[in-house]
């Protein structure tokens, strides 16, 4: 006994401080790409290279449009590898974000003779219009479930099918490292027991209705937050005929966590944007 008590005295503390003090992220952390798009002369080779078709071109009437979606990013680094000093890999990981349309941003530029990327004529994001003009309701509604569920939520992590990556890292919001309970916030074994609904994995049409009537089963008012690149979009599984390619597919999502796994802090920082209790960060 006098040894466990010695061992916990020479350990000290050992839970962050994040969200109240800034994350420390390991130097070796593989976090989103960065694209300078002023600077990218040409994206051919990184969308080749890219596995998930997270990079796509499009090209018409001497114009070529580059979109990059983080929703379907593995955050492997092929593209910077591949894309002549124009990609970076950073540390970023507040990547979470309330409308799927954010994850994704274009540029347009001129097309040159030898197919290379000329002038930059625009850049833009995935918001549409009609999105747009849904955001005073979608606020009203936010603010309202904030304020019914005060600062104290229950979680019911729902795995879709994942390969477990991401199961892995929401497990650890619970050890003395994360200790997800310090913010008030705890898993529960049952839909019915929950606030939230943490969803993981390309959504297998084995698990469709199970999730479907999970959802059914959480009562209202209720937030699903979709992790993962999977979860998003179907990841490197994308649309087939086990999965139907992301959980917004079968349920509505209020907040998409982006990373193949998103590593615990970006966890935490998605399921407290859906709380109201952090800002989305502008990308
Ligand atoms: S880091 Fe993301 S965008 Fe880059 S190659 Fe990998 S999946 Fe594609």
Redesign the pocket.
């Known amino acids: 006994m006098f040894h466990i008590f010695k061992k916990a005295a020479q350990t000290h503390l050992v839970t962050i401080g994040y969200p109240h003090a800034p994350a420390r992220i390991p130097e070796n952390f593989r976090g989103a790409?960065h694209f300078d798009f002023a600077g990218w002369r040409d994206a051919r080779p990184?969308a080749e290279?890219?596995?998930?078709a997270?990079?796509r071109i499009e090209e018409a009437a001497g114009r070529r449009r580059v979109t990059?979606d983080y929703g379907?990013?593995?955050?492997?680094?092929?593209?910077?590898e591949a894309g002549g000093g124009a990609?970076k890999?950073t540390r970023d990981f507040e990547l979470a974000v309330r409308r799927r349309g954010d994850l994704v941003v274009s540029a347009e530029y001129a097309l040159e003779a030898d197919g290379s990327q000329g002038e930059l004529i625009g850049m833009g994001s995935g918001h549409s219009s009609e999105i747009e003009t849904l955001e005073p309701l979608e606020r009203k509604i936010r603010d309202r479930i904030h304020q019914v569920l005060g600062r104290s939520l229950a979680i019911r992590e729902v795995d879709a099918g994942s390969c477990n990556g991401c199961e892995i890292e929401i497990g650890a919001l619970n050890n003395p490292v994360y200790d997800l309970e310090r913010l008030g916030i705890h898993f529960v074994a049952s839909p019915r027991h929950a606030d939230m609904l943490l969803v993981t994995g390309p959504v297998t049409r084995n698990m469709e209705l199970a999730l479907l009537k999970t959802w059914r089963a959480t009562a209202e008012p209720k937030m699903v937050v979709a992790v993962g690149a999977c979860g998003i979009s179907g990841g490197i599984f994308g649309l087939n005929y086990a999965t139907v390619g992301g959980v917004d597919a079968v349920i509505p999502v209020d907040v998409f966590i982006p990373g193949c796994p998103p590593r615990p802090h970006a966890l935490l920082h998605g399921i407290l944007l859906a709380l109201g209790r952090m800002e989305q960060r502008p990308r």
């Open positions: 790409p990184a290279a890219c596995p998930t997270a990079i990059v379907l990013c593995i955050y492997c680094g092929q593209c910077a990609v890999i």
